[in-house]
T-cell receptor, first 115, second 110 residues
């Protein structure tokens, strides 16, 4: 069964460093998402991406964040200058289309630890 | 904003008992979804509801989309140890993106 994959599974970085989290969505999906989950808390929406541009973003997704689909398969989240409070699980998700019946499938997540 | 209130926050039950959790919102949604998250993994979809009043089952799980479109519940019957995890409700309005509840942490004692 096709699945969303994410790499790395765990990233440790120093405060102020740039990180890039990578995702490979399901191949025939057109809508892509990033979510964040701080330890013990709920899943929070960051950004959605369709047709090579951001379609919606939350207040969490500030200028330090950016997303890119550099080729036909990868979808990346970049944090330019990490802060301690960026430590969280980051989940990528993808969805085939805009039909309400098209649900989102989540990847296994990348645990980001900022020291 | 489209905030979801999910309750209870946590539940400790005996194996074999039934479980009920719910989500409410001040905003309406067109789609309600229930996800389960195991430790260290991403959320996995359990049930999706697309119509107000809809009642849908998936094995021992039953979920309903409230008539007002502002609430949903999830029931688990005859719980087993592998039901342990965090259950999240999520709502979506039109094609906007999902908003999640805070989760219900379920512990099942054998």
């Amino acid at each position: 069964e096709p699945e969303v994959t994410q790499t790395p599974s765990h990233q440790v970085t120093q405060m102020g460093q740039e990180v890039i989290l990578r995702c490979v969505p399901i191949s025939n999906h057109l809508y892509f998402y990033w979510y964040r989950q701080i330890l013990g808390q709920k899943v929070e929406f960051l950004v959605s991406f369709y047709n090579n541009e951001i379609s919606e973003k939350s207040e969490i997704f500030d200028d330090q964040f950016s997303v890119e689909r550099p080729d036909g398969s990868n979808f990346t989240l970049k944090i330019r200058s990490t802060k301690l409070e960026d430590s969280a699980m980051y989940f990528c998700a993808s969805r085939r289309g805009p039909d309400p019946l098209d649900t989102q499938y989540f990847g296994p997540g990348t645990r980001l630890t900022v020291l | 904003g489209q905030q979801l209130n999910q309750s209870p926050q946590s539940m400790f039950i005996q194996e074999g008992e039934d479980v009920s959790m719910n989500c409410t919102s001040s905003s309406i949604f067109n789609t309600w979804l229930w996800y389960k998250q195991d430790p260290g993994e991403g959320p996995v979809l359990l049930i999706a509801l697309y119509k107000a009043g809809e009642l849908t089952s998936n094995g021992r799980l039953t979920a309903q989309f409230g008539i007002t479109r502002k609430d949903s519940f999830l029931n688990i019957s005859a719980s087993i140890p592998s039901d342990v995890g965090i259950y999240f409700c999520a709502g979506r309005y039109n094609n906007n993106d999902m908003r999640f509840g805070a989760g219900t942490r379920l512990t099942v004692k054998p």
